[in-house]
């Protein structure tokens, strides 16, 4: 089985701040991993994947997350936050295992970054 | 280029009629996802295609869900007989090879009256 926890549904940032948003997995087999950004009434964007080597990913405008075995974690990151980041944000998780070949999402986080 | 596209972007029904979504994947893809969000939560996996065959089915919540993907293209995704909490917006994705990113459409909004 597989999981992914995101533990808080709204994280608001002054504009200018750095950002974080926390995601946590379970996964038997190695963790491929995702986040996605979905603005209102619009599809899921990919921002960025993490599948092997560096632990650190770096993404689409200016995101980054980084992988943690230790801590099953793998929190999304910006160095500075623009009132445009406003938005829903899920991780996702893949196993590299045979069997389950399609995303489990965590329940979502809620941005606000505030002008 | 062309993205993920999916008709109808929305879709008001009455309970018990019959509904098809259709999913146009990017050129290419050979896979092929449905997942299902409700208000407020993350997707589901609802089913997902390798080629033409369903690979994996097991998120379907009952026997009136079926999908269909008969040239390993275009995919429908069929509901029979809706029932008010299949409200929800269903997602389709697609992926040049499984366990490769997955892209997204835009979405159908179904809406069971």
């Known amino acids: 089985a597989q999981s992914v926890a995101q533990p808080e549904d709204q994280v608001n940032v002054a504009e200018g701040n750095p950002l974080t948003v926390k995601c946590t997995y379970s996964v038997s087999g190695n963790p491929y991993l995702f986040w996605y950004v979905q603005y209102p009434n619009r599809g899921l964007q990919f921002l960025l994947k993490?599948?092997?080597?560096?632990?650190l990913v770096k993404g689409s405008y200016g995101f980054e997350a980084e992988f943690n075995k230790s801590q099953t974690s793998f929190h999304l990151k910006k160095p500075s936050a623009l009132v445009s980041d406003s938005a829903l944000y899920f991780c996702?998780?893949?196993?590299?295992?045979?069997?389950?070949?399609?995303?489990?999402f965590g329940s979502g986080t809620r941005l606000q970054v505030q002008p | 280029g062309a993205g993920v596209s999916q008709t109808p972007s929305n879709k008001v029904t009455e309970k018990g009629k019959y509904v098809e979504l259709r999913c146009d994947p990017i050129s290419g893809h050979t896979a092929l996802y449905w997942y299902r969000q409700s208000l407020g939560q993350g997707p589901e996996f609802l089913i997902y295609?390798?080629?033409?065959?369903?690979?994996?089915d097991s998120g379907l919540p009952n026997d009136r869900f079926f999908a269909v993907r008969p040239e390993g293209s275009v995919s429908t995704l069929k509901i029979q007989r809706t029932e008010r909490g299949d409200s929800a917006v269903y997602l389709c994705?697609?992926?040049?090879?499984?366990?490769?990113?997955?892209?997204f459409g835009p979405g159908t909004r179904l809406l069971v009256l």
């Open positions: 994705a697609s992926s040049l090879r499984v366990q490769e990113t997955q892209y």
């Open positions: 993490y599948i092997t080597g560096d632990n």
């Open positions: 295609f390798q080629g033409t065959g369903a690979a994996d």
């Open positions: 996702a998780v893949l196993t590299s295992d045979t069997g389950r070949r399609a995303l489990t």
